[in-house]
Structures are given as C-alpha cells and as structure tokens.
C-alpha cells in the first residue's frame, strides 16, 4: 500500500512536471521512481543515493527558482527540529509534506536536470511519508537522520 501511495504521489509530480509526457512515459518513470525509493532503507545514510546521482561536467545541476524555497523551508524544519530536540515528529512530517505537495506544484523543470531531480525526490519523499508513519519518537529520529542526509545529498548535487 505504501508503494501505491508513493507510485500516485510520483505520477502527480510528473504529470505536474512535465504535462506535455504522455501516458506511457509517465507510467514507466513512476514504476522507477518506486524502485529507486523502495531501496533506501529508513535510518540508513543515503551514501548510494549520493553516489548513484549523475554530475553533468561535476557541476551541480540546476533546478528552477520556483522551487528552491519549498526545499530550503523543508531543510530549515529538519535542521530546527533536530537542533531543538523536538518530539513532535508527525508535525514535522506534516510541514514536510506541505513543503514538498508545494514544491511539487511550483515544478516547471524538463530536460536532464529534472530527471535527475525525480532520483532525489523519489526516496525524499518515501521518507516523508515514513515519517508520518513512525510508530515512535527512536523510529522517528533515525528517519529525520535520513531526511538531513537527503537534504544535503541535495545540497551536494543541485544549486
């Protein structure tokens, strides 16, 4: 069921993307999409996510302005929540996923840098909704440490 979801929130995001795709393109990016997410493991750093992203010429690749202050606000939310020692996980996850439904609307990218953005994006948001489903405040922790290194894989391959 957590890949049905995940599959319906990738098919949102491409479709939001990239309008012009047509049905049996979106279909197989969003049968990847599942994939690569479903190899990261919650907790565990995101070191093969880092490695598996591709560097155009080692440059960071672009994404559009639009969308850099739904990610940077995601970012300042994990960052403060694990600096403050906060507890109220399923309210970061909440504004996470506020942030992330608002950053997924304000997409105009295509191209290769787009591409390359949907391999982050898919596992960052599987982790979000893992978050949300969290079973308790030790769970919770291990996927915010996993939700730090997404957001500074981000950092290491986007501008």
């Known amino acids: 069921m957590k890949i049905t979801y995940l599959a319906l929130i990738c098919l949102g995001f491409l479709v939001a993307c990239n309008s012009s795709q047509n049905t049996e393109e979106i279909s197989s990016d969003s049968k990847d999409a ?17 490695d598996s ?3 155009i010429e080692n440059n960071r690749l672009k994404v559009n302005d639009e969308m850099m202050p739904f990610i940077k606000e995601g970012q300042l939310l994990v960052t403060s929540f694990e600096k403050t020692g906060d507890e109220d996980y399923l309210n970061l996850a909440n504004e996470l996923a506020e942030q992330n439904s ?10 290769g840098d787009h591409d390359v953005l949907h391999e982050w994006l898919a596992p960052h948001l599987k982790l979000t909704k893992d978050l949300q489903n969290a079973e308790n405040i030790e769970i919770a922790n291990n996927i915010v440490d996993s939700l730090v290194a997404s957001y500074h894989t981000f950092d290491q391959n986007f501008r």
């Open 34 to 50: 599942v994939v690569i997410s479903s190899e990261i493991e919650v907790g565990k750093e995101l070191e093969t996510e880092k």
């Open 102 to 111: 608002k950053l997924i609307s304000s997409c105009t990218m295509s191209g």
């Open 53 to 55: 992203l591709p560097s």
